[in-house]
Structures are given as C-alpha cells and as structure tokens.
C-alpha cells in the first residue's frame, strides 16, 4: 500500500498549491491555514472514533508532537499562502518543495545516525541541482523577486526537520492519532493570530471570487490536509523520511499542470529539469537500503 499512499499523496500535495492560490482572493495567510488545520481534523476525528482510538498521550509524546506541529504544520501552512499573497505563481511555489529530500539526509545523519547510499546521495544531489537552475532562471518569470526566495526553502527546511524528528521519536504511535494531534494543535496555536487577521482584514471580492475561495478551503482542509497528513505520516512512520520525502519531488508536475491550465508560464527548462528530477525519483527508490530500517 505504500506506493499507492505515495501516488495520491503526490497528486492531492501537487494540487494544494493551486486550491492555496484560490484562497487567497479571499482569505488571509492565517485564515487559510487554520482552516486546513481544522478542516482536516474534523475529517480525521471521525474515523479516530470508528477505530476506538484515543488521543490521551503522555506528556513527552504530546511534546514531541507539539514540536512537530510547529515546524512541520503550523509554519509551512501559513508561509505558503502569505507567499502566494505576494503575487507569486502557484505552480513555480510548488519547484521548492523537492528542496524537502536534500534537507531530509543532512538532517538524518545527525538526528537519525545513518547515511545515505550512494543511490540516495546521487539522486538527492543531482536533483537539487536541476531545481536551482530552474530557480535561478525562471523566478523573474513567475513574479517571484528574489528577496522570497529564501523564504520559500524555508518550507523544505521545516518538512525535513519535522519529518526527521517524527521518524525518530513518534514511530511507535499510531499515525491516525499523530495526524489529529499535529492538526489539532496547530490549529490551537494558530487560532489567536486567525481571529486577528479575519477581524481586521479588508476584503475586496466579488461573488465568484467568494465561490472559489470557499469551494477551495472545503477541498483544501478536509482532503488536501486532513487525508494528505493520514497517509503522509503513514509514509513516515512505515517506510522512512527520505522514502516519504521523495514525495516532494513528483509535486512539482502536477503543481505546473495546474499553472498551465491557469495560463502560468512554462519554460522548456522547467519541463526538462522536472523530467531530470522525475529520473532522480527513481534513481532513489530503486535503492533497496532506506531509512525504513534505520531507528
């Protein structure tokens, strides 16, 4: 079943950008975010209640996953969105997140005391170095000034701390109620700066833009996050960070799908370096030792 999680991981992520983007002519970064925060809860807690599992765990645990909802939920969900407030194209938001494997080894070898094959190291390289070619290429080109460049990698940074540090001190709890939890008490954090940010914010939109907003949101929250983050930590906890992380890398095709059909611009770089990438994927799934077996 893994690969299948891994397929419709891959096509709800690489479409979230482009729900995200919606979202925008209407709401704000924050509203956006704790309404996917709390949309997937409200999927999830339903079937945490069918299953007869309970969300007590001690504090240690509850800590760790506090961490986790900070760095892994709570930031990525909200920067993502203030980027896309900025004018910038969805579709070419979507080209950093592949930044997510890179990141994921150089943080395994300390925090998880392993190294990475030969296969892992090639592909994670070479596919890094497509990435920023087309990042220093076409940014211009997708309104994306340079100054929100290190702001975006700093989404991949987050995933791969976040999913590093679930891997090593949250694999023994189920991961139905590691998702709630991370959902939840994101969305318990951000809910403070949410109420803020709907109480002040000015808002200039017509009935379609009211449409789409809303349609987005309710897809967003309950599939792109609530079912996404189930299978996602499924993934973590099951196979590994690198093997989830890889995840991050076939994003970017349906993510410049979705800016097509939407007008983007799409370069010939962009095709070939994501066709580069792709072959990196599977460069580093064919390699038979993963982090699957390491603690």
């Known amino acids: 079943m893994a690969y299948v999680y891994f397929a419709i991981v891959c096509l709800v992520f690489g479409s979230n950008f482009k729900l995200m983007d919606n979202a925008t002519q209407v709401f704000g970064p924050l509203t956006i975010a704790i309404g996917r925060l709390w949309g997937g809860t409200l999927v999830l807690l339903p079937v945490l209640l069918a299953k007869r599992e309970s969300l007590k765990v001690d504090r240690t645990t509850l800590g760790r996953i506090l961490f986790v909802a900070v760095v892994g939920n709570a930031y990525p969900f909200f920067i993502q969105p203030w980027i896309l407030s900025h004018g910038a194209d969805h579709s070419f938001l979507a080209v950093f997140v592949p930044m997510t494997p890179l990141l994921t080894i150089a943080a395994a070898v300390p925090m998880l005391g392993v190294r990475p094959t030969w296969q892992q190291s090639v592909g994670v390289v070479v596919g890094f170095a497509l990435l920023v070619g087309i990042v220093l290429h076409d940014s211009e080109s997708h309104n994306f000034p340079d100054w929100l460049v290190p702001i975006a990698m700093t989404v991949p940074l987050a ?126 799934q064919s390699s038979q030792a993963n982090y699957a077996t390491s603690e």
Not at 165 to 188: D, I
Not at 200 to 219: G, K, V
């Open 159 to 284: 995933y791969a701390i976040a999913n590093v540090y679930l891997r090593r001190n949250l694999r023994g709890v189920s991961s139905l109620v590691t998702s709630t939890l991370l959902l939840l008490s994101a969305g318990v954090l951000l809910a403070p700066g949410a109420a803020h940010e709907i109480a002040t914010r000015s808002i200039e939109a017509d009935a379609a833009q009211w449409r789409t907003a809303i349609m987005s949101m309710l897809i967003l929250g309950p599939i792109g996050t609530g079912l996404c983050i189930y299978l996602f930590v499924n993934l973590v906890q099951d196979r590994g960070p690198l093997f989830a992380g890889m995840v991050t890398y076939v994003v970017p095709p349906v993510a410049l799908a979705w800016g097509f059909a939407d007008g983007e611009a799409i370069t010939a770089l962009q095709l070939v370096g994501i066709a580069g990438i792709l072959a990196m994927v599977a460069l580093v």
